[in-house]
């Protein structure tokens, strides 16, 4: 009798990274048999761009500029992770591993077609809303114009969430979303952020109207998935960007006049 073994799924992940945990949630969420690789952002291997298909499509790419994660599929199971050989399937960005895994494990999405799309759109406004405020409010200084941009963008977000997602099912959007809105609610309720001291919980507390309950709904839904629980290590995680923002904060825009911060 024969057997035939899984195709090799390698993941080339780094532990901070959200656009990593997308990939990591993925995989656990399939139960799929794979290794991960863990890459150090500031010092990535000489090897990486043979991992990463941007670092041979972009040939004035730095290796530094290379991204995470990236995912190799088929390659055999005694041949070096740094090396795949000729004929490895590699793919580079998050979404699309994530959508790729989904394909090789469908039960890692929604059931229903139509939940699908409505979920797909819920992805779609994230990013339109509510990312690039909660970017640059975090990163940028906490200017009172960013802080009331994301204040607004997560109502409009929130009153448009269907009923479909927020309960028990997960799917594909879930796992694109969960990295982004569980970051939000833990780094703002830790008020870590390279913003004023109080801007986190001042946050917290400006969407706490009923306005915000399916947010808070959906955020509690994805806090509570074992899959994102399991695949990440939070008190690292916060530890490591406490101390990155703060320095950030103290460095470039504490005590600076030109600019309104929230206060």
């Excluded at 799929?32 to 000489?46: D, G, N, R, S, T």
């Excluded at 970017?135 to 409009?156: C, I, M, N, P, Y």
């Excluded at 796992?175 to 833990?186: D, E, H, K, Q, Y």
């Amino acid at each position: 009798m024969s057997t035939t073994s899984k195709p090799r799924i390698v993941l080339y992940s780094s532990d901070p990274c959200p656009w990593s945990h997308r990939t990591r949630i993925a995989l656990k969420a399939a139960g799929a048999e794979h290794e991960i690789f863990e890459i150090h952002l500031p010092v990535k291997p000489e090897w990486y761009p043979k991992v990463n298909p941007a670092g041979k499509s972009i040939s004035n790419l730095s290796i530094k500029n290379l991204k995470v994660p990236a995912l190799s599929y088929g390659a055999p199971i005694d041949s070096d992770v740094s090396d795949p050989p000729a004929g490895t399937f590699i793919l580079a960005e998050s979404a699309l591993i994530v959508h790729f895994v989904a394909s090789l494990f469908p039960q890692i999405d929604y059931k229903d077609l139509v939940v699908r799309a409505k979920a797909s759109f819920v992805q779609l406004q994230f990013e339109n809303l509510v990312a690039p405020h909660w970017g640059k409010l975090q990163r940028s200084g906490g200017h009172v114009e960013d802080f009331d941009a994301l204040v607004q963008g997560l109502k409009t977000w929130s009153l448009s969430l269907p009923e479909e997602i927020l309960g028990t099912e997960y799917g594909v959007t879930d796992t694109l979303l969960a990295p982004f809105v569980t970051r939000l609610f833990i780094m703002s309720e830790a008020d870590i952020g390279a913003w004023a001291p109080g801007t986190g919980p001042k946050l917290i507390s400006a969407i706490s109207g009923p306005e915000y309950a399916n947010l808070h709904r959906l955020a509690k839904k994805l806090r509570d998935w074992n899959a994102v629980k399991e695949t990440v290590n939070q008190e690292a995680l916060m530890q490591r960007f406490s101390t990155l923002f703060k320095k950030a904060w103290e460095e470039n825009y504490a005590g600076k006049t030109d600019v309104k911060v929230v206060s």
